[in-house]
């Protein structure tokens, strides 16, 4: 049951998915360019020491890139779901409820973990050329808030989108809302290193959500 | 599930309304936080004067609260406006016997500042060794990166890669000094703007303190306790440092601040590397700000958190000629204050110093 899921949910995603996976692709392709650049373009030295000494991120304009993903993604996901109540047909399946929206939000996840993942390695294998395995590390610690600020917009979004009630819709988003933006403190490069369990933690335990809306959704409220 | 679920929610809601409702109380009340005062050291009066900050007005006060004119304030405190004095025609020619000369009052001027954040900020463990005797007038940048891990490595910035020769004729002279790898902690002071280069401390695995400088291209790696006086040597050997703080200074006087491993402030005076603890009560690193000032006659050292102000003047052999204690007034006892303490019994906090962190208060 859960493959035919799966496999509905890629039907649906496909075409979304590609242009949302070639976008950011797109876009890390030239967020490396310009790091290119920028080491062409001006002493080694100098680069390094904006790195080490005046905290330059050399990806800030990546910052906001996995939380579009994220909130297109599940509304590209829930939106038709949603639209003429298609999930009552899901809800309907000989299937646990838990089970039938727990297998769309992981075919959510996995896909935007497959749309994220090749632009991040994409930046750290071109970062790598120029800089040493240090700067990695601190790429990975800038980047990882940013990529949990990704996945909570998805199940934020899922968890508002699925709520029935306009009147828990609000308060679902201005939660989500309110979490997300945890994420994205201003920092510098290793400013997350001490929250970003908690955060994980945090984003991992958000994965129940949705099943919530899901649940009130299966009930009939608001209809 | 759905009753997890429905904990989640509750507890996310919780942790994120702990949050964000005290942090819109702090915006509605838009309320100063008091500051502590600046002390100075009188070497006229020889008591403490301040600079008070109330509201937007600053006051000069002395430690019985008497209020001073600024050009009568500035006559109390030579060595710290020596140049407006210089200006004014009304620089004493000498204080105690020490003649004041202009070059020599800025030459002797020290400060110092230990914020909480500097003890345990994360970095990226990368550092420029810098040529201390380039035989030039200036410090200059080298063009690589020294990293310690389990061995001594220099990375070329211009083509990011190992300088193999140099990286191994270190790992000799670290083996020769019998340092212990990985390092507990380097510290160094990596800026070209320095009058000259005290090099790296380092704190091998052992707990052992080192001084690592680059001399004509050759490493220069002492460790402390085989090089500092037998008086020093064995407070050495006991120290294990926790934090260090290296700020060359014109007089070549103040080596580096350390906390040692029972949280003891020190600092490092001298070609003998002796030991001076700051005799400061109840210093907190994590929790105060600490500067040390220095003049031509005496050392001030402050110390603040948000409840209490500390001052005590040194002599020039670090010696206490006066101590100053004051109790600051804290927001928690205002009524503002107490009703954000009864709103919120408990706060979600992501303070910033330039790192962020979970704290429950």
């Known amino acids: ?223 | 599930m759905k009753t997890i679920a429905r904990i989640i929610l509750l507890a996310l809601g919780v942790l994120l309304l702990s949050h964000y409702l005290p942090e819109g109380y702090r915006l509605l009340i838009a309320k100063r936080y008091p500051r502590p005062p600046i002390a100075f050291y009188s070497c006229v009066q020889k008591n403490f004067l301040f600079y008070r900050y109330n509201n937007d007005t600053l006051t000069m006060v002395d430690e019985r609260g008497t209020n001073y004119e600024r050009s009568d304030f500035e006559q109390l405190l030579p060595l710290d406006n020596y140049l407006q004095l210089l200006r004014d025609d009304n620089l004493p020619k000498a204080i105690d016997g020490v003649a004041l000369v202009p070059e020599k009052i800025k030459r002797e001027r020290i400060s110092l500042r230990i914020r909480p954040d500097m003890i345990d900020s994360p970095g990226v463990p990368l550092y420029p060794l810098l040529e201390a005797e380039s035989g030039r007038v200036r410090l200059e940048m080298p063009d690589d990166f020294m990293r310690i891990n389990s061995r001594v490595e220099f990375v070329i910035a211009a083509s990011n890669a190992l300088d193999a020769a140099k990286s191994e004729k270190f790992i000799r002279a670290f083996q020769t000094a019998g340092f212990a790898f990985p390092p507990r902690l380097i510290a160094g002071n990596a800026t070209t703007l320095k009058p000259y280069d005290e090099g790296y401390f380092l704190v091998d695995h052992a707990g052992a303190a080192f001084q690592l400088r680059m001399v004509h291209g050759e490493p220069d790696l002492k460790k402390i306790s085989e090089v500092a006086p037998p008086a020093t040597k064995a407070q050495w050997e006991t120290l294990n440092p926790r934090f260090i703080h290296v700020q060359e200074v014109e007089t070549h006087e103040i080596r580096c601040f350390l906390i040692s491993g029972d949280n003891r402030p020190w600092l490092v005076v001298g070609k003998d590397y002796r030991l001076v603890p700051l005799p400061l009560d109840d210093y907190e690193p994590s929790r105060d700000s600490l500067v040390i000032r220095g003049d031509l006659l005496n050392r001030l050292i402050t110390a603040a958190n948000e409840d209490t102000f500390q001052a005590v003047a040194l002599d020039r052999d670090y010696q206490v000629v006066r101590r100053y204690h004051e109790s600051l007034p804290n927001l928690r006892n205002t009524a503002v204050g107490k009703v954000r303490a009864i709103l919120f019994p408990f706060t979600l906090d992501f303070e910033d110093d330039g790192c962020w962190e979970f704290f429950m208060r």
């Open chain 1, 1 to 223: 049951m859960f493959k035919s899921l799966a496999y509905k949910e890629w039907i649906k995603l496909r075409i979304y998915w590609g242009l949302i996976f070639l976008a950011h692709l797109a876009f890390c392709l030239f967020l490396c360019l310009q790091l290119r650049r920028i080491c062409k373009v001006n002493a080694a030295l100098s680069v390094w020491d904006n790195w080490l000494f005046k905290d330059f991120l050399f990806f800030r304009p990546c910052q906001f890139g996995p939380l579009l993903m994220g909130i297109v993604f599940a509304a590209l996901q829930f939106f038709p779901e949603i639209l003429a109540k298609r999930l009552r047909l899901v809800l309907h399946l000989p299937l646990s409820e838990e089970r039938a929206v727990g297998a769309h939000l992981g075919v959510g996840l996995g896909l935007l973990t497959l749309a994220f993942l090749p632009g991040v390695a994409l930046l750290a294998f071109c970062a790598s050329i120029w800089f040493p395995h240090e700067f990695l590390l601190n790429l990975a610690y800038i980047y990882a808030p940013w990529l949990l600020g990704g996945y909570a917009a998805y199940l934020f979004s899922a968890f508002t989108l699925l709520e029935p009630t306009w009147r828990y819709r609000v308060f679902n988003f201005l939660l989500g809302a309110s979490f997300v933006r945890l994420c994205y403190f201003p920092t510098t490069y290793d400013g997350y290193l001490r929250l970003l369990a908690w955060l994980g933690l945090a984003t991992a335990a958000a994965v129940v959500l949705p099943l919530l809306s899901a649940n009130r959704f299966g009930k009939g409220y608001g209809s």
